[in-house]
């Protein structure tokens, strides 16, 4: 891979996995404590089971992401699945922002040359850019169930993130106006 297309690449997975946090953030600003908790039928997971299992995959496939293997055994992942009474919005929310910045820190340390070298997920050899793409996929699919849950959660006072219904011919034309300037 060229040293070009790798910045390129690793500049533009960096804005994607920012968005798909920026998303998550701006939809549990919507919903209240009892919501956050919630759980939405039978075997359903409630918004703070789904920030904690993000957060604790987070944690273990990006901590020495180039060095060990990405299931660390520290990691339980069945514990992601269950509310503790430690378990506040407070502290998940807090276990979220320290594995954000686990990512970050990966994401701001990798070089073009690094998307090409081999790490371990479960003892399972992938490319640095396979394991990117691989957890982007993850994070996104959780995201779009968060983000389904906090709009179904608020009901009528959902704010919305994107364009509005009935407002895409309007939003087009804005886009349009921008690129004419």
Excluded at 63 to 78: A, M, N
Excluded at 135 to 143: K, M
Excluded at 145 to 153: G, M, S
């Amino acid at each position: 891979m060229s040293t070009q297309l790798g910045s390129t690449y690793l500049a533009d997975i960096t804005k994607r996995f920012h968005r798909l946090r920026t998303q998550v953030e701006t939809a549990l600003d919507q919903v209240n404590d009892d919501a956050f908790f919630a759980v939405q039928g039978r075997n359903g997971n409630s918004l703070a089971l789904l920030v904690k299992h993000i957060a604790g995959n987070m944690r273990s496939r990006w901590r020495d992401f180039l060095t060990t293997d990405g299931e660390k055994p520290d990691r339980h992942r069945d514990t992601e699945f269950e509310i503790s009474p430690e378990d506040t919005r407070q502290a998940l929310m807090a276990c979220w922002e320290q594995s954000w910045q686990i990512l970050s820190g990966v994401l701001e340390s990798l070089r073009p040359e690094d998307l090409t070298r081999t790490i371990t997920i479960r003892e399972q050899d992938h490319l640095v850019v396979e394991a990117l793409n691989r957890q982007l996929a993850h994070y996104a699919y959780h995201v779009g169930q968060i983000v389904l849950l906090a709009k179904a959660l608020c009901g009528e006072e959902w704010q919305w993130m994107s364009i509005p219904p009935g407002k895409s011919v309007q939003f087009n034309a804005q886009m349009q106006q921008r690129t004419d300037t």
